[in-house]
């Protein structure tokens, strides 16, 4: 019943935020497996303390136009019309995003009964198998989106793989796994396949604060699949090599040498803002993205 299909196809690979086709074009050329078009990047939305909501579907269908890899576009949580729509527009993959304002605090978007595969944010192995029972195709870490600290990303993959490994250790009886299913508010099976196989049963990328090859590789050597990387890129004085350098180091996760060569020149990086300094600002505009809900 898990829908994985597409999404595998994406492995080892990296995602990139663009808001015009001139940028989807530079994150093709750079070797990106998908982009995600937005209006604007999770750093400028962060600071902008505004509404957000999908994007202008006429500025999806332009960067559609502009490039040959898949094309993901993201609705607020809970907001099934927003998804309905971009599926009408025929993109390729639904991001679910807390980094959008949420629609509805208390459902997301039953995706299994929509075609287009969907990507959703977790923090956790529960957030992670609701997500996969409402349907989604693949789960990204939430992170913390427009900071460039990685710190919360690292956090959320490592929350994730700790607990499967806990649980393989710790749920030896029918009884204790079916306690914690309902503890996580997830079918029985799922959970048990989650353990057994020792991984989500779907495709499980890095996103959230992603700002150099290095934490690229890092998470990617943590155990994830591929990377997300938002505002990282476009906020950086060399967009291009950055890109570059991103999908190498992403490729070539476990070999110090081309890290070495694809670290280097890379000109000025994202400045990004640490988690210490949003948690000390704790208002204005200081709200933890990834804390958004429970
Ligand atoms: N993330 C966000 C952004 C939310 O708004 C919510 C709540 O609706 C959740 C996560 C938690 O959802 P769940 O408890 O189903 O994982």
Known sequence: KVKTGLAQMLKGGVIMDVVNAEQAIIAERAGACAVMALERIPADMRKSGQVCRMSDPHMIKEIMAAVSIPVMAKVRIGHFVEAQILEALQVDYIDESEVLTPADWSNHIEKNSFQVPF???????????????????????????????????????????????????????????????????????????????????????????????????????????????????????????LARAI????????????????????????????????????????????????
């Open 119 to 241: 990507v959703c944010g977790a923090k956790d192995l529960g957030e992670a198998l609701r997500r996969i029972n409402e349907g989604a195709a693949m789960i990204r870490t939430k992170g913390e989106a427009g900071t460039g600290d990685v710190s919360e990303a690292v956090k959320h993959i490592n929350k994730i793989r700790g607990e499967i490994q806990l649980y393989k250790e710790t749920l030896t009886k029918e009884s204790d796994l079916a306690a914690k299913a309902s503890e996580l508010r997830v079918p029985v099976e799922l959970l048990k396949t989650t353990i057994e196989n020792g991984k989500l049963p779907v495709v499980n990328f890095a996103a959230g604060g992603v700002a150099t090859p290095a934490d690229a590789a890092l998470l990617m050597q943590l155990g994830c699949e591929g990377v997300f990387v938002g505002s990282g890129i476009f906020k950086s004085s060399n967009p291009d090599k």
């Open 247 to 294: 999908v190498e180091a992403t490729t070539h996760y476990d070999n110090p040498k081309k890290l070495l060569e694809v670290s280097s020149d890379l000109g000025d990086l994202m400045g990004g803002i640490s988690i210490q300094s949003i948690n000390e600002a704790a208002n204005k505009n200081g709200t933890r993205l990834s804390e958004i809900g429970w």
